[in-house]
């Protein structure tokens, strides 16, 4: 995507698509829960915790009921003992593997560009 002059009234259209994915991706810790569930089919709780560094229990909950609500991730039960409990990506949520692939390879580039690693 080329960014172009910007001009009101011709991407008004485009400006809101742009806040509404930001309105659902928002936050420091989403990208990040969602990232960890798409690399893997399944993931429980507290796979999730290991994977985001600095993450509290209560905060992860909210972003798994926030992305839940957004039909981003489905939450399934297991009736096991303890209970056990796995989130998954909905077909919905697929769709944001490009995102995801696309960050992380630009990340991976400006890593190296920047520090050298």
């Not at 909950?61 to 009736?79: A, F």
């Not at 944001?96 to 692939?101: A, E, R, V």
Request: aromatic share 8%; charged share 30%; hydrophobic share 35%.
């Amino acid at each position: 995507m080329e960014c172009e002059e910007f001009k009101p009234n011709e991407y008004k259209e485009e400006m809101m698509a742009v806040q509404d994915t930001m309105d659902v991706l928002q936050g420091k810790w989403k990208i990040k829960v969602l990232s960890s569930i798409c690399f893997y089919d399944k993931r429980r709780f507290s796979d999730i915790l290991n994977d985001v560094y600095g993450i509290s229990n209560k905060m992860l909950s909210k972003e798994l009921r926030d992305l839940e609500i957004n039909q981003l991730i489905t939450r399934t039960v297991l009736d096991t003992h303890p209970v056990t409990i796995h989130y998954q990506l909905t077909e919905h949520g697929k769709t944001l593997g490009t995102i995801i692939d696309n960050l992380t390879e630009w990340g991976k580039r400006h890593r190296k560009k920047i520090i050298g690693e």
